[in-house]
């Protein structure tokens, strides 16, 4: 890797929401990320930009990609970090047998996540890279490996769960993430579920960063399609919008 300079990571992972999540996750350490939609533009990719590693979902194509970077005329095979929705023995195997370096089952934590890019850099090309625990969104600070949320004055501490269902929502920041989204990022495609699953975990996170729906000044609700983030303390005194005020 470049002394001094980012590391390049590059995404081939079929969701969106889950490609922005990882996204912001690696902002806490020097990383730069490109996104692939499919396995010829990851494979335009490794050859035009090189990445330093690659994070693979092997549900879309994975092991076609492998198998080019096998047949690829370099000196050097970029890393692996797998990502599948199949978190049976048998996979993980077939996976590490196709050449992966290491695999992770969707949903993962932003923490897990991170620890294994770490790990693997650092045995891939014997180096540490630097890295900032805590990341700034707004006016909220996240310190990702002690689970410790700063807002304003407030020091909470969030579950795995609660830390996870945060960065989903700052990772697309203004905008809606429907419930649906929600559930299946964080529980799971096959995850069966009551029906109130996903607002009362929302609830609860409202309540530990002492956000009010009414008066939204972390995360607004938008009736009848999911929650927006809002990454700023200003918006606390802003009159709230008619249709986020709505409802819960």
Do not use: C
């Amino acid at each position: 890797m470049p002394a001094g300079g980012p590391a390049r990571i590059l995404v081939m992972v079929e969701q969106p929401l889950i490609v922005q999540v990882i996204k912001l996750t690696l902002n806490h350490a020097v990383y730069v990320t490109r996104e692939a939609r499919d396995v010829p533009e990851a494979t335009a990719a490794l050859g035009e930009w090189q990445p330093h590693l690659a994070v693979i979902d092997m549900d879309i194509g994975g092991d076609l990609l492998l198998r080019h970077m096998d047949g690829a005329a370099s000196p050097t095979r970029t890393p692996v970090l797998a990502l599948t929705r199949r978190g049976d023995l048998r996979t993980k195997l077939a996976a590490f047998e196709q050449g992966v370096d290491d695999i992770m089952t969707i949903p993962f934590s932003p923490e897990e996540l991170l620890a294994r890019v770490i790990a693997i850099t650092r045995r891939s090309y014997g180096q540490s890279i630097p890295f900032n625990p805590v990341l700034k969104l707004g006016e909220i600070e996240i310190d990702i490996m002690h689970r410790l949320v700063r807002a304003g004055t407030s020091e909470l501490h969030l579950t795995g769960l609660e830390q996870s269902l945060l960065y989903l929502l700052a990772a697309r920041a203004g905008q809606v993430v429907t419930r649906d989204e929600i559930l299946d990022t964080l529980w799971g495609v096959d995850y069966v579920s009551e029906s109130n699953v996903v607002d009362r975990h929302v609830r609860n996170l409202r309540a530990k960063l002492q956000n009010d729906w009414r008066k939204p000044r972390f995360i607004a609700t938008v009736p009848g399609k999911g929650y927006r983030f809002i990454p700023t303390f200003s918006d606390r005194e802003r009159a709230p919008d008619p249709v986020e005020a709505a409802g819960a």
